[in-house]
């Protein structure tokens, strides 16, 4: 199931991956980005392109929706994390606002799509 919903993340325009452990932050857009799964490596974007990423599918045991509030708009995203409930990776649907701060109806029904897909439940677990 990790890859059906990379996979979707990765078809939703400017959806914002970000890698990140405590040395270092990665950051990369999904527009235009491939997805290939070979054993446990899901490889997002090419190999041979400015930047890429290469999941190890065996250690994400979680992926959570979250809708955080902050202070003049609300942040969505879904968070994937390790056995030691460490965030590994999250992708963050941006501009999900217009110039004035109106939710953008559209940005919205692809977040929430994607959580009705997958059961409508805040925390998915792999096994």
Known sequence: MLYEILSD????????????NEGAVSEIRS????????EKWINIGE??????MHVNS????????????KPERISFSVRFYN???ERV????????Y??????????????????EKYGSKDTISFF
Request: hydrophobic letters at 40%.
């Open 47 to 52: 190999n041979d392109g400015p930047c890429h």
């Open 31 to 38: 527009n235009e980005l491939t997805i290939r799964q070979k």
């Open 9 to 20: 993340l990765v078809k939703i325009e400017n959806v914002l991956f970000v890698i990140r």
């Open 83 to 85: 056995e030691n409930n």
């Open 89 to 96: 990776l999250a992708a963050f649907i941006t501009k999900m």
């Open 98 to 115: 217009d110039d004035d701060m109106n939710i953008i109806s559209e940005r919205l029904s692809s977040y929430e799509g994607l959580f």
């Open 58 to 69: 065996e250690l994400i045991k979680k992926a959570e929706f979250v809708k955080e509030q």
